[in-house]
């Protein structure tokens, strides 16, 4: 089926056409007919799905059929995000193919300056693409009405309950009419995400594009088993050797971002660093000079790497394990995207043993091992816990905003409806919200994730919490 079969105006087709895509992806079969229709939709759809034009070509065509009178221009679409990046992608989708409609959109978002994006807004935006803080900070200052909205996206909800945002976007949806259609996108389903589309969604549509917490088929995946202080070396042997020449690398800290690139760079391999506290302008000149080849390895946080849409990706690198296993298949479906292959090459040592078994428990299988000759592990090296992102080797990591301690989306997203109850002695929930002068970059798993990394706090879930998944994106 093409296209111009599922309901779209010819603008909408024609501007698909000029990207040269002929035919929609599973997710856009499903989505466009039933976004067109009015229906609210709960979708499970991971990066590289086409998940974006999913709703951006309905969204478009539902706001133009509809067009305000002449001389009005409310804010009548608006899509949350959870990072900046994925913002502007995400406003840049709407541009391109709303080329041919008199629609305008816009992007705001922290870690730039406010002023111009003011002056954005008073000029009269149809579509409005935001990250919860900064939209936030515009509706304090009286630069911005949500009273008009039509259209709500929440895209990569998952990610916006992790990185504690659970709190600004029951603002924003008591700013909103209750007259409105509701499209939420997740690439998980989990309890939290089953929550709060309970209390957005008015009978939602379900879509089903991929198997829950399934890593990207057309992934190449393997482990190399490597003493911790042996990786960087082991990383720069691999780029080089093998000639990768562009390779995206994962850490579980900003500083171990930094300290990273900068090796890699005295190693003669050119390396840039993003993470949140980046500016966005030395984010946006990492992520350019990667895409055009000029920085052969990019070194990222979870957070900043986010919603990155790098096409023909060819490399992952976990240069350390994320705490929580749903991250590693956010991290892989970097590469292996629309159709591509792909390879994640994973680096664990002795302290991350414990994140291989719970990552290849949510794979429900195990990720190949393969030894490299010269770098195989000192057997006599004593493991050593992981405590907020950070071997106790190396300190245990204080403050910083990509990883604030206690941001639990699930008990957040239960205060939507009802008070949650808590493990005794836990602490409540903590949010960090972007300001004016930066984005929010607070990533946070729930407390599962340091018991498990934590040898002295690996206790089992309190009793009482456990609920019936439903059928929706399958089982584990």
């Not at 929550?195 to 829950?212: D, G, S, W, Y």
């Not at 005295?266 to 390396?271: E, L």
């Not at 060819?314 to 591509?340: M, W």
């Not at 290849?360 to 057997?379: N, S």
Request: with cysteine; hydrophobic share 40%; proline share 5%.
């Amino acid at each position: 089926m093409s296209f111009d079969h599922l309901g779209l105006s010819a603008e909408l087709v024609r501007a698909v056409a000029e990207q040269g895509y002929q035919t929609p992806t599973p997710v856009q079969l499903q989505a466009i007919p039933m976004i067109l229709q009015g229906r609210d939709i709960l979708a499970g759809a991971q990066t590289g799905t086409g998940k974006t034009a999913g709703f951006v070509l309905p969204l478009l065509q539902r706001l133009h059929q509809r067009a305000q009178g002449r001389g009005e221009r409310p804010v009548r679409a608006l899509v949350l995000t959870p990072t900046r990046e994925l913002a502007a992608q995400v406003e840049q989708s709407v541009r391109v193919y709303g080329k041919h409609l008199p629609l305008n959109s816009t992007a705001i978002f922290g870690g730039v300056g406010i002023n111009p994006q003011i002056d954005k807004l008073r000029q009269g935006v149809d579509i409005l693409v935001a990250t919860p803080g900064r939209l936030l900070d515009h509706v304090g200052q009286r630069t911005l009405d949500l009273s008009r909205i039509e259209i709500l996206v929440l895209d990569e909800a998952d990610r916006m309950l992790d990185m504690g945002f659970i709190h600004d976007i029951r603002k924003i949806l008591g700013l909103l009419p209750a007259a409105r259609q509701n499209l939420l996108f997740s690439a998980t389903y989990t309890n939290d995400i089953r929550n709060l589309a309970e209390k957005l969604l008015n009978k939602p549509e379900l879509i089903e594009v991929a198997a829950r917490n399934t890593a990207a088929e057309r992934v190449t995946q393997l482990v190399h088993m490597v003493d911790r202080e042996r990786k960087r070396e082991l990383l720069s042997r691999l780029v080089t050797a093998c000639n990768w020449r562009q390779v995206l690398v994962f850490t579980r800290t900003k500083h171990g971002a930094n300290r990273l690139a900068q090796q890699l760079e005295k190693d003669g391999i050119g390396a840039a660093a993003i993470h949140g506290n980046k500016s966005q302008a030395a984010r946006t000149r990492a992520l350019a000079g990667f895409k055009q080849g000029a920085v052969r390895v990019l070194v990222a946080t979870d957070i900043a790497a986010r919603g990155l849409d790098i096409d023909q990706l060819p490399h992952v690198v976990n240069y350390e394990l994320p705490n929580v296993p749903e991250d590693y298949v956010h991290r892989i479906g970097r590469t292996g995207r629309a159709g591509r292959s792909g390879e994640a090459v994973s680096l664990v040592c002795v302290d991350e043993h414990r994140l291989l078994r719970d990552i290849e428990r949510v794979l429900k299988r195990e990720i190949p091992r393969v030894a490299v000759d010269g770098f195989e592990p000192d057997p006599t090296i004593a493991a050593e816990p992981i405590q907020n992102g950070r071997s106790t080797a190396g300190g245990a990591r204080r403050g910083g905003r990509d990883r604030p301690a206690k941001a639990h989306g699930a008990q957040a997203v239960e205060s939507v409806g009802k008070p949650s109850a808590r493990p005794a002695g836990k602490s409540p929930a903590r949010f960090q919200k972007e300001g004016r002068h930066g984005e929010q970059q607070a990533h946070s798993r729930n407390g599962r994730a340091v018991q498990r990394a934590n040898a002295a706090a690996r206790a089992e879930a309190t009793p009482g919490r456990r609920r019936e998944r439903p059928a929706l994106f399958g089982n584990r």
